[in-house]
C-alpha cells in the first residue's frame, strides 16, 4: 500500500534554549519513562479500530490499514509528564486531530469537549481548543519507528502542550462531549486541564 506523504507538522521556529524550555518544577532527562495505570494491553494492529462519536452517534470508524491512509504529519516537540520529568525534541508521527476532523466532513469541532477512551478502561477529558489548530494528534509513531506499545502503541493522543497524562495511551476512541467531565485521573485528584507552565498537576494547583 502507498503510504500518504508525510507533513513537516508544526511551523518550524527557532528553538528557545533549553533551560527556557523548561516548565517550573522539571528536570531534564534523556531517557522515555514508562509509567502506566495498569498493565500494557497486547494490541495487534489487525484487530485495532479508532471511531470518532458525536455523544452516542458514529462520525467515523477506522481499521488500522484505513487509519494508515489518512495524511499524516510529522512533529518535534518537547513533552512533559506531570512526574517532573521532561524530554526534549521528541519526534511523532500520525494523523493530527485537524486532519480527522477533515476526513469526516466537519468544518469545526460540534462540541466544546472530547473525552479519550482507551483500552484499560483508561480515560482523559480535554477542551477542543486544545486538540485543533495543529496542537494535537493521535499518534503511531515515535523518532521514525512504529510506537511501542509500553509507549501507548499501536496508537494514543498527543497533546505536547499539556502533562503528558493527557496524551492517553492505546487510544481507541475519541467521544465529543457538550459539557467537561472529570476523566481517570481528573476524577482521582489530578489537575482537570494540567498546564505544565501553570504546574496544574493536581486539584487546587
Known sequence: MDRPPVSRGFKSRRQAPEAARLPPGQYLTTDFPVLS????????????????QLGGSLLGKWTWDEFEALPQTTIAVDIHCVTKWTKLSTVWQGVSFDDLLKVVGLSEPPNAYVMAHCDGGYTTNLPVTDLVA????IATRYEGLPLAPAHGGPARLLVPHLYFWKSAKWLRRLR???KDEPGFWESRGYHNYG???R?????GD
Open 176 to 178: 465529543f462531549m457538550p
Open 199 to 203: 504546574e496544574q498537576r493536581y486539584d
Open 134 to 137: 495543529g496542537k494535537a494528534m
Open 37 to 52: 495505570a495498569g498493565p500494557t494491553p497486547d494490541i495487534r494492529v489487525a484487530d485495532w479500530k479508532i471511531a470518532l
Open 195 to 197: 498546564d505544565p507552565w
